[in-house]
Nanobody, 122 residues
Framework: VQLQASGGGLVQAGGSLRLSCAAS????????MGWFRQAPGKQREAVAG???????MYVDAVKGRFIISKDNAKNTIHLQMNSLKPEDTAVYYC?????????????????WGQGTQVTVSS
């Protein structure tokens, strides 16, 4: 499985960005998908996730500002990020959990895309 992330960039505080992650390869071997982020000097942390059935989950820091969605026909998920804050600055990573694996929120196993940089200026 390959995950191709796109959509990062530089934006002013209060602005918006939309990240996308396209999955290819053995699509049948993945289920939940989501986003993690890693700021300089900090550990990678979960941001949002979406199950195969469309249930969504957000960490408290982004609730009400970020929206995760998916396009099943294109095997793609999106993360619409609104009201961005400087503390949202990080490298954002797309992740897919493997069927029968440890789940989306356990960093081990599964699949990772390359990171995409999001920088929010104050």
């Amino acid at each position: 499985v390959q995950l191709q992330a796109s959509g990062g960039g530089l934006v002013q505080a209060g602005g918006s960005l939309r990240l996308s992650c396209a999955a290819s390869g053995r699509i049948f071997s993945i289920n939940d998908m989501g986003w993690f982020r890693q700021a300089p000097g900090k550990q990678r942390e979960a941001v949002a996730g979406i199950s195969k059935s469309g249930n969504t989950m957000y960490v408290d820091a982004v609730k009400g500002r970020f929206i995760i969605s998916k396009d099943n026909a294109k095997n793609t998920i999106h993360l619409q990020m609104n009201s961005l804050k400087p503390e949202d600055t990080a490298v954002y990573y797309c992740r897919a959990a493997a069927v029968g694996g440890l789940g989306l929120w356990t960093p081990a196993g599964g699949y990772w895309g390359q990171g995409t940089q999001v920088t929010v200026s104050s």
